[in-house]
């Protein structure tokens, strides 16, 4: 064929290697050299970085991220099986649609986890969400890393002069340019206190998958986070998404967290420099295809002593997969679960769903999962 002899021959065949001994490697099932060539060498390029990340490790789920806002556009004919395969919609043309009316889910719009017997757990949600304006993260060079921070701050300047959302910004990044020091810059213990209070991310580069996409690249420049002074809301920079949107409290209403990061969204997007990116088919875009739709996590930590009898999440797992759950460390994604038996558990689904129905499903799937776990006694 006319493809013979082209640049990408070997990755491709390397990919072809990666479908046959892993099935579940969502990138390397799609990444054939017929749909690789069907691109420009100009779209050759960026398909090669969105799927790197898959073919450098077989063991990947999904195996892929976007390197610009509208690549889940420009590459639809890979990612769209990817995100079918990924998210396996009920309907046969599902339509994403963004709902945060919460008012009518649970008691009145009260998720109260005491009338499961519950007593205050950490509970967190969260948002991925892009900017229009600059490359995803995996594409990044430092000095967009650097300017799109910078690009940051008239926003978070705006934040702290509001009493509601007031307070400081922590930079990793080590100066912004000669010359140009960074009056955010924290030392490497301030950083690990914030990561120990699960408040600022982990460090990037320690992450293979994140490594091959090129997202981790250039760390720690253009990375922080910006919080709240009662530290309940927190915004992150330059992590797998150029921002994470937060709110986190111990509580055992479910809707608080809910209903703040609702209203505080909405400041964010009114705020100088934002405006998120969106796909018509997908809703708010993301790095990774499993974020896609909502962006939205919610989680609590709970603690399964049962369930993680032996030690491991190996058995909550699986009873958590059915009943549509996810389950994590406590530290967060691939990282071991507490020894008192607590892990971190939210609703798998993030797209074709809407943001109401997430924490509905967090609510019930508590619920069912308690019952589990009694039932494991
Ligand atoms: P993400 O939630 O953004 O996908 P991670 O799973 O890596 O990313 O979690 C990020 C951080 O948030 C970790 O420090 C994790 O422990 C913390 N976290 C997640 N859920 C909760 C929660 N319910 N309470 C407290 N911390 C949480
Ligand atoms: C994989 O494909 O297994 C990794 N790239 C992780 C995918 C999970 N999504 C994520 O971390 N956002």
Not at 45 to 55: A, D, K, M, N, W
Not at 63 to 76: E, H, L, S, V
Not at 116 to 126: A, F, K, N, T
Request: hydrophobic fraction near 35%; charge should be negative.
């Amino acid at each position: 064929a006319e493809e013979e002899g082209g640049k990408f021959d070997e990755y491709l065949a390397e990919a072809a290697e990666v479908r046959e001994n892993n099935p579940n490697n969502l990138c390397a099932r799609f990444l054939t050299p017929e749909l690789f060539y069907s691109y420009s060498p100009e779209e050759q390029e960026v398909l090669y970085q969105i799927t790197r990340t898959g073919v450098e490790n077989p063991s990947s789920g999904t195996g892929c991220y976007a390197m610009k806002p509208d690549d889940y556009q420009t590459f639809a004919k890979f990612f769209d099986q990817v995100i079918k395969a990924y998210h396996k919609p009920a309907a046969k043309n599902p339509v994403h649609v963004t709902d945060w009316d919460a008012s009518d889910v649970g008691n009145n719009g009260v998720l109260d986890m005491t009338e499961l017997g519950l007593d205050e757990l950490s509970m967190r949600v969260r948002v991925g969400r892009n900017l229009t304006s600059f490359n995803l993260p995996g594409l990044m060079t430092r000095e967009e890393r650097v300017e799109f921070e910078k690009t940051m701050l008239p926003a978070f300047d705006k934040l702290i002069s509001m009493e509601e959302y007031g307070g400081r910004v922590y930079s990793l990044t080590p100066e912004f340019g000669p010359g140009e020091p960074n009056p955010n810059k924290i030392s490497d213990a301030e950083y690990k206190k914030l990561v120990d209070e699960h408040i600022m991310f982990k460090d990037m580069d320690a992450d293979p998958y994140l490594k091959s996409a090129g997202i981790s690249s250039d760390w720690p420049y253009g990375r922080g986070c910006y919080v709240s002074e009662d530290r309940q809301f927190i915004i992150w920079f330059g992590e797998e998404d150029h921002l994470r949107i937060m709110c986190m409290k111990k509580g055992t209403k479910l809707n608080e967290v809910f209903d703040r990061l609702r209203e505080a969204l909405s400041v964010v997007e009114s705020l100088p420099g934002i405006e998120f990116a969106t796909s018509k088919k997908y809703g708010y875009v993301t790095s990774c295809p499993t974020n896609l739709g909502t962006g939205m996590r919610a989680s609590v930590h709970i603690k399964l002593p049962n369930l993680t009898a032996d030690g491991t999440d190996t058995k909550a797992k699986a009873v958590a997969k059915p009943l549509g759950l996810s389950v994590r460390g406590i530290g967060g994604e691939h990282t071991p679960i507490g020894k008192d038996g607590t892990v971190d558990i939210s609703p798998s689904a993030r797209l074709f769903i809407k943001e109401k129905e997430i924490i509905a499903a967090l609510y019930n799937g508590i619920e069912a999962l308690m019952k589990e776990e009694q039932a494991a006694a």
